[in-house]
């Protein structure tokens, strides 16, 4: 990493803050089986524990990066975490399924803020090059090893502790995180000299987005043509077209539409969907598959999982290296190659499938892939963003990730599930037909992964080097 100490201090310390909010989307699903017991949820409702956390997480990123740019990084991350501990403790202490489900909700509301301004206080440390290079492969292990650490977490948590310890956990790393950021932190990180918040587009696009999510996880259990799901959609298109014309008109719009005129922000965001909803959607019905199908304990599906975040690590931190010699498109290229085709691999997959001969050998080859995949991706989408716009920046690739794991987990769910159904009718067991939803919802993921790579084939350009003047501001 560079050499100047605080940088490095700081690099971890941000990457920490995100390891918070990455981990808490994905800690909760081995420990529901128990949370539904202990708070007496029924199956309808079980899924708002997860749902509430995306709604208000993906409809705020937006709100949330532009806030940072405007009023102070630094204010902002330390007040989204410290709302982030508050009400990770809260949820710990539900006493019952609504206060559950409420305190998820604002948990993903303080992540919405904390996530967006952590990666846009990063890009205003760390110059563009290699410096941010090497940084952002530091926060591509966070971000692609997270999902998977969380299970392994979850399992251990649930198993040993109880499952309250998987939101206790947050509190003391949180409070750490608070105490080290706000003695390394300088009070201004490359803040925006305009604090005026455009008010009617903030209030747009967060119910746009909180719409659309709405829509994607209601398509999951209600179906795509359910009268909830689609009167969301609607809702969501309306909110979104209305956005997009308050922005073209004010004077000082939340999102300038000038941002997209900088090479690969669109495509990068663009690609980020499908990549994001075959990857999230196949690590969650793979935790599924191992514990219902395989018949693993919740320790046991974590400890699978391990080898997973192990090799992305070890991937993404030689990632820079691979970026200065071959650049980022044939990185996006190949990474993304790689997960398309261990994604299909994971279709292949049976109830007779041994986790070291079937399962590990694939899990390897989408750890490889995800390890250079991300971190191209979030450079294609980060760089050449001015300073005072990298809140935006930031929390559109994280809208775009969000987006993109509700999308992947509505379409995979309906495919399991009709899937499932149809093959029982036809006299499968339930096993089989079990086994059958969760094949068929493996190759779906895999289609989606191949989307994002066409989207890399030929859309994607190699960013140009950045011209003399635009540089970062280093603490």
């Known amino acids: 990493m560079p050499s100047h100490p605080s940088k490095n201090t700081v690099l971890w310390l941000l990457a920490l803050s995100f390891f918070l909010v990455i981990l808490d989307s994905a800690i909760v699903n081995v420990a529901l089986p128990a949370i539904k017991t202990a708070l007496h ?27 940072a740019d405007l009023y102070g990084r630094r204010r902002i991350l330390l007040l989204g975490i410290a709302g982030f501990i508050l009400f990770s403790l809260l949820t710990g202490l539900s006493t019952n399924a609504p206060m559950m489900i409420a305190m998820r909700a604002l948990q993903g509301l303080a992540g919405a803020f904390m996530a967006p301004t952590a990666l846009s206080i990063l890009l205003a440390t760390f110059e563009e090059g290699p410096e941010r290079n090497r940084a952002l492969s530091i926060w591509s292990i966070v971000a692609s090893g997270g999902a998977a ?4 977490l979850g399992g251990l948590l649930t198993q040993t502790l109880g499952w309250r310890w998987c939101f206790f956990v947050n509190v003391p790393i949180g409070i750490l995180a608070i105490i080290a950021l706000d003695r390394t932190l300088p009070p201004h990180i490359a803040e925006s000299s305009d604090h005026n918040l455009d008010a009617p587009g903030a ?8 719409a659309l999510v709405f829509g994607l996880t209601s398509a999951s259990g209600s179906g795509w043509t359910a009268v909830s799901t689609l009167t ?5 298109i309306i909110l979104l077209v209305a956005f997009v014309f308050n922005e073209s008109r004010v004077t000082h719009p939340l999102m300038p539409l000038g941002i997209f005129k900088t090479p690969n922000i669109a495509a990068a965001n663009l690609m980020m969907l499908p990549a994001v909803a075959g990857a999230l959607g196949m690590f969650y019905f793979a935790s599924l598959f191992i514990q219902n199908v ?11 999982f391990l080898p997973v975040p192990v090799i992305i690590g070890v991937v993404s931190y030689q990632a820079p290296k691979l970026l200065t010699r071959f650049g980022s498109r044939p990185l996006l290229i190949s990474g993304t190659a790689l997960t398309t085709l261990g994604v299909y691999l994971m279709s292949l997959i049976n109830a007779g499938s041994a ?4 399962i590990l050998p694939v899990f390897t080859l989408l750890a490889l892939g995800f390890g250079v995949l991300f971190v191209a991706i979030v450079i294609a989408a980060t760089t050449g963003i001015p300073d005072d716009e990298a809140g935006l920046a930031s929390g559109l690739i994280n809208t775009s990730q969000q987006i993109g794991g509700a999308l992947g987990l509505a379409i995979l769910a309906e495919v399991a599930s009709s899937t499932t159904v149809s093959a029982a009718a036809h006299g ?14 493996f190759l779906t ?3 989606l992964m191949a989307l994002a790579l066409v989207v890399a084939i030929f859309i994607i350009r190699e960013p140009v080097k950045p011209a003399p003047g635009i540089r970062s501001v280093g603490l």
């Open 445 to 447: 993921g895999a289609i």
């Open 203 to 210: 209030v747009l696009v967060t119910l746009g987005l909180i």
């Open 294 to 304: 395989l018949r693993s304990t919740p320790l046991t599906t974590g400890l699978y």
């Open 232 to 236: 969301a959609f609607a809702s969501a």
């Open 355 to 358: 986790y070291f001969t079937a």
């Open 428 to 441: 499968a067991s339930l096993q089989a037909a079990s086994v059958l939803g969760y094949q068929r919802a």
């Open 149 to 152: 650490a969380g299970v392994l």
């Open 41 to 67: 949820f029924n199956s309808a409702t079980l899924q708002w524990v997860i749902t509430g956390y995306i709604l208000t997480f993906g409809g705020f990123l937006m709100l949330g990066g532009r806030t």
